[in-house]
């Protein structure tokens, strides 16, 4: 980085480290369209859209180098079935069927990739009718299965993930998707994982997604507190059902075009159509920005389990430990791993503050790369916001309930050498 370039992102990142995050609405529903790569920074991104919260959709110049958009794509814009199961016939994939409601979402099945794409060239044959129903291929992790293979490289305004940092590091999760479904296949309503961002990328095909800014989702709810499956529903008009439905604002409605990336803010929620036969990538991710965000998720989460299981708590000896395990078992993190979720995240800035980076690192996709290439002032940010929510974290009454001497370094220790690591950094 050289000297005006640092100079301009240390004011930069003072600006917005203490900035607060929030939901606001859209003038008349409008939605940024981002149109040059070439004259759109990674600042630009970070002060108009993840800051503020503030959905936008990339132009297929930012995804034109793909190697999905080049293989996976026939002549005509329509998904390369044979290239498809000459890659990934053998694999097993997750499919959904959009045609039954279970509980809030749609059933999954299990099959051989080479099953569903036979499905799908049978079903757009039968005039996309099946008597299978409409199945919709959802939330496979192929970066995960197969690592070698040229598919796609995440644009850098979306480097900074957290989410996906962390559960590399314990190989366990991830949040990556593919997705891959015919015309008229659809994810029902609902807000990302954590309440976190998304992006997501059309290889072929279009979608339309109707959004609502976070807040707007406690208008939709019914009597009884609970989200619509679908927000189209004629039954949404019925006050006696959703008494506030009438005080929501008309959703944000995008329609995206093949090649083009959509950024889904954190906590807004969505519902998303398939307007051509389709295949999309999609990532979920947490930063800095967000984090904060995720806390209050997992906060409200914890209370939730705790009304429901309220009348076990007198009789229960473990019921505080009782209720994480069932909110890790909803949500898929309770709080002693979101304190380790935010100790990896914090060691790895601090390790490039104090070390820096390799050759070999660097040239390697790796958090550590990603953290050199937004720079010691994106990692100051970091830790800056890390230390907020950690501190909050630590004086969290159902946090100090838990048998915390498994944590190491213990959250009082790691408090103590974030703020020493940003001290330094900033002399």
Same mark, same amino acid.
């Given at each position: 980085?050289? @000297?005006?370039?640092?100079?301009?992102?240390?004011?930069?990142? @003072?600006?917005?480290?203490?900035?607060?995050?929030?939901?606001?609405?859209?003038? !008349?529903?409008?939605?940024?369209?981002?149109?040059?790569? %070439?004259?759109?920074?990674?600042?630009?991104?970070? @002060?108009?859209?993840?800051?503020?919260?503030?959905? &936008?959709?990339?132009?297929? =110049?930012?995804? %034109?180098?793909?190697?999905?958009?080049?293989?996976?794509?026939?002549?005509?814009?329509?998904?390369?079935?044979?290239?498809?199961? /000459?890659?990934?016939?053998?694999?097993?994939?997750?499919?959904?069927?959009?045609?039954? =409601?279970?509980? +809030?979402? #749609?059933?999954?099945?299990?099959?051989?990739?080479?099953?569903?794409?036979?499905?799908?060239?049978?079903?757009?044959?039968?005039?996309?009718?099946?008597?299978?129903?409409?199945?919709?291929?959802?939330?496979?992790?192929?970066? @995960?299965?197969?690592? %070698?293979?040229?598919?796609?490289?995440?644009?850098?305004?979306?480097?900074?993930?957290?989410? #996906?940092?962390?559960?590399?590091?314990?190989?366990?999760?991830?949040?990556?998707?593919?997705?891959?479904?015919? =015309?008229?296949?659809?994810?029902?309503?609902?807000?990302?994982?954590?309440?976190?961002?998304?992006?997501?990328?059309?290889?072929?095909?279009?979608?339309?997604?109707?959004?609502?800014?976070?807040?707007?989702?406690?208008?939709? =709810?019914?009597?009884?507190? +609970?989200?619509?499956?679908?927000?189209?529903?004629?039954?949404?008009?019925?006050?006696?059902?959703?008494?506030?439905?009438? /005080?929501?604002?008309?959703?944000?409605?995008?329609? /995206?075009?093949?090649?083009?990336?959509?950024?889904?803010?954190?906590?807004?929620?969505? /519902?998303?159509?398939?307007?051509?036969?389709?295949?999309?990538? +999609?990532?979920?991710?947490?930063?800095?920005? #967000? *984090?904060?965000?995720?806390?209050?998720?997992?906060?409200? %989460?914890?209370?939730?389990?705790?009304?429901?299981?309220?009348?076990?708590?007198?009789?229960?000896?473990?019921?505080?430990?009782? &209720?994480?395990?069932?909110?890790?078992?909803?949500?898929?993190?309770?709080?002693?791993?979101?304190?380790?979720?935010?100790?990896?995240?914090?060691? #790895?800035?601090?390790?490039?503050?104090?070390?820096?980076?390799?050759?070999?690192?660097?040239?390697?996709?790796?958090?550590?790369?990603?953290?050199?290439?937004? !720079?010691?002032?994106?990692? *100051?940010?970091?830790?800056?916001?890390?230390?907020?929510?950690?501190?909050?974290?630590?004086?969290?009454?159902?946090?100090?309930?838990?048998?915390?001497?498994?944590?190491?370094?213990?959250?009082?220790?790691?408090?103590?050498?974030?703020?020493?690591?940003?001290?330094?950094?900033?002399?």
């Amino acid at each position: 980085m050289d @000297r005006a370039t640092f100079a301009c992102s240390t004011a930069f990142f @003072r600006d917005y480290s203490s900035s607060s995050q929030g939901a606001f609405c859209l003038p !008349g529903g409008h939605v940024d369209f981002i149109e040059k790569v %070439e004259s759109f920074t990674y600042s630009d991104f970070f @002060r108009d859209y993840l800051i503020p919260n503030h959905p &936008c959709i990339f132009s297929a =110049k930012f995804t %034109e180098d793909w190697g999905s958009r080049r293989n996976w794509v026939t002549w005509d814009g329509k998904p390369n079935f044979d290239h498809l199961l /000459q890659k990934f016939g053998e694999a097993v994939v997750p499919v959904a069927n959009c045609d039954v =409601k279970e509980y +809030n979402s #749609n059933p999954k099945e299990e099959l051989p990739f080479k099953e569903y794409i036979k499905y799908w060239k049978e079903y757009i044959k039968n005039d996309y009718c099946s008597s299978r129903g409409c199945l919709y291929l959802k939330d496979w992790h192929l970066s @995960r299965a197969f690592p %070698e293979q040229d598919v796609y490289t995440t644009p850098v305004y979306f480097s900074s993930d957290w989410l #996906n940092e962390y559960w590399d590091a314990i190989a366990v999760d991830d949040y990556r998707f593919v997705y891959m479904g015919p =015309k008229g296949s659809w994810t029902p309503f609902h807000a990302d994982v954590f309440r976190s961002y998304s992006w997501s990328a059309n290889i072929c095909g279009r979608k339309k997604w109707l959004l609502y800014p976070a807040g707007q989702e406690e208008y939709l =709810k019914d009597r009884h507190g +609970n989200l619509p499956f679908d927000v189209t529903a004629p039954s949404l008009q019925d006050r006696s059902v959703y008494p506030r439905y009438n /005080q929501s604002q008309p959703p944000v409605e995008i329609v /995206q075009e093949a090649g083009e990336i959509v950024f889904i803010p954190s906590g807004w929620h969505h /519902q998303v159509y398939n307007l051509e036969d389709t295949i999309s990538i +999609n990532h979920n991710w947490v930063n800095g920005c #967000n *984090v904060a965000i995720m806390w209050c998720f997992l906060q409200d %989460e914890l209370a939730a389990v705790q009304r429901e299981i309220n009348e076990w708590k007198d009789p229960m000896d473990d019921w505080h430990l009782q &209720c994480q395990l069932i909110m890790k078992s909803c949500t898929g993190i309770d709080y002693k791993e979101f304190y380790n979720f935010l100790k990896v995240i914090a060691e #790895n800035r601090i390790s490039v503050l104090e070390n820096g980076l390799d050759d070999e690192a660097s040239a390697k996709n790796t958090p550590k790369a990603a953290i050199s290439t937004l !720079g010691m002032l994106h990692a *100051v940010f970091d830790l800056k916001r890390t230390v907020k929510v950690l501190t909050s974290l630590s004086a969290n009454e159902d946090f100090k309930k838990l048998d915390l001497t498994s944590l190491s370094p213990s959250p009082e220790a790691l408090l103590h050498y974030l703020k020493a690591a940003i001290d330094t950094a900033l002399l």
